[in-house]
């Protein structure tokens, strides 16, 4: 389980899930992290690239 914990984390934060040819993308990145790449990513959908930042409210 140890190998795969950096996918899975990857996995949850950008909120990666299959849905026939497609990848739904629904991030949620913590504002202690600024953002999470992720390029190239292989399935059904091709290869796709995914982005996500944090959203921090500002004074």
Do not use: C, N, Y
């Not at 950008?14 to 202690?32: A, Y």
Request: aromatic share 6%; no cysteine.
């Amino acid at each position: 389980m140890v190998r795969r914990s950096p996918l899975l984390f990857l996995r949850v934060m950008l909120g990666l899930q299959p849905h026939g040819d497609h990848l739904i993308v629904e991030t949620f990145i913590p504002p202690s992290i600024d953002g999470i790449e992720l390029l190239g990513i292989p399935g059904r959908w091709g290869a796709m690239d995914t982005l996500g930042r944090s959203h921090t409210e500002k004074p």
